[in-house]
């Protein structure tokens, strides 16, 4: 436990009544030792008691203005202010203890409607493409055989093209099912951007080499810069938009239900001037 220095400890006022755990009490609002154990936490000696006796002054000092504040300062605008910030903290607390209830799940009837709606916000700035990347050392047997397996795609095709990678491949990369954009191939293949996006086309094996490694991309689907994004590929910009819809609309709907039920039991009364 943290050590508090004699001698900001010798003119300090403590209660008569013991208190467990309080290491300071001003006006009866309480400095735990735990505070100071986590302020002091790997600090010894004289260094952890310096520390303490100037956090302690610091929290007495702000503990005593509030107090002489209060007691000088009638001020009706400040306690409204208060007042206001109270009411916001609670009902900000009320408000993530309601959309912990709320169904975080999108449907997919959901999105795809809402990018039917909004698809001119959804443009790509970089073209997308679907297929796989296979790397191996330049010389790698049955180069052929992988070609056509490439080409196809099919299952049996597929589980041959994995077992080749095991066993020859350096790098293997398949995305038939989903985009990825061409500023990532170009991480993968030692090809400048431009040139690796004049050579992608739908449906096309595209074979390149350096001096070490041979280059085998097959391109299954490709979507341009500029044009619409895929619905699968916008959907992750989608859902967040209609999660916080969805809160927005969970919310209102709880206040309208608590003014219902305070007009329901009669806690809302309206006066005539």
Not at 46 to 68: F, G, M, P, R, T
Not at 122 to 131: F, P, R, S, W
Request: include cysteine; glycine fraction near 4%; hydrophobic fraction near 40%.
């Amino acid at each position: 436990m943290v050590m508090v220095g004699m001698g900001l400890c010798s003119c300090s006022v403590f209660t008569k009544k013991h208190r467990a755990g309080v290491a300071v009490e001003v006006n009866g609002n309480y400095l735990e030792y735990t505070d100071l154990d986590k302020l002091t936490a790997g600090l010894t000696g004289e260094d952890s008691a310096l520390v303490a006796d100037n956090y302690i002054k610091q929290w007495a000092i702000e503990v005593l203005l509030y107090d002489k504040a209060k007691s000088k300062v009638k001020d009706k605008h400040i306690e409204a202010l208060v007042e206001d910030y109270r009411r916001s903290l609670y009902a900000h607390a009320y408000a993530e203890h309601v959309l912990q209830r709320m169904p975080k799940t999108i449907a997919q009837a959901e999105i795809d409607s809402f990018y039917n709606i909004h698809q001119s916000q959804y443009i790509l700035k970089d073209a997308l493409a679907k297929g796989m990347l296979l790397i191996v050392p330049n010389g790698a047997p049955e180069i052929e055989k992988v070609k056509k397996a490439m080409r196809n795609t099919d299952e049996p095709s597929i589980e041959y093209i994995e077992k080749y990678a095991y066993r020859y491949a350096t790098g293997y990369e398949l995305f038939i099912d989903e985009w990825v954009t061409v500023s990532q191939l170009s991480v993968w293949i030692p090809l400048k951007k431009v040139e690796l996006q004049k050579q992608l086309k739908p449906n096309t094996l595209v074979v390149l080499a350096d001096s070490v490694s041979t280059y085998l991309l097959q391109v299954n689907d490709i979507q341009a810069a500029g044009s619409v994004m895929p619905v699968e590929y916008a959907k992750s910009e989608i859902e967040p938009v209609l999660l916080r819809e969805r809160a927005t609309s969970y919310l209102e709907n709880e206040r309208n239900r608590i003014y219902e039920e305070g007009v329901r039991f009669k806690k809302i009364h309206r006066y005539e001037k």
